[in-house]
């Protein structure tokens, strides 16, 4: 799950799904803006409807839904793919994969 080689070389469109990953959780994002060079992107976090009947559990689903007032999120497409923030450890840049939402809360 944590392979995006392909997913990183995406061109971003709004309205484009995109999902922050970190160690075990997912976060599902929405492409808002892209940049004329298509280098930057703007990113709003989705709501995210957990449907399933699973309980505490590895196999979630999720509905999604935009949030018009959550904040944007600026992220740029470096050689490590496209990350947010702004600091000079790369490993401290929040990371993003375009083409799917996803979801996880670990349990």
């Known amino acids: 799950m944590n392979n995006t080689t392909q997913l990183e070389s995406i061109t971003p469109v709004v309205g484009m799904g995109a ?61 490590s793919g496209w990350r947010s923030g702004s600091s000079r450890f790369r490993f401290a840049l929040r990371r993003f994969t375009l083409g799917t939402r996803q979801e996880y809360h670990n349990p």
């Not at 559990?57 to 839904?65: G, K, S």
């Open 19 to 79: 999902t922050e990953l970190f160690l075990t959780e997912r976060h599902a994002y929405t492409v808002v803006k892209v940049s004329r060079s298509g280098k930057r992107i703007w990113l709003r976090r989705d709501i995210a409807l957990r449907v399933d009947t699973n309980g505490v559990a590895e196999c979630q689903q999720y509905d999604f839904a935009p949030d018009f007032d959550a904040p944007t999120v600026e992220a740029r497409l470096l050689k």
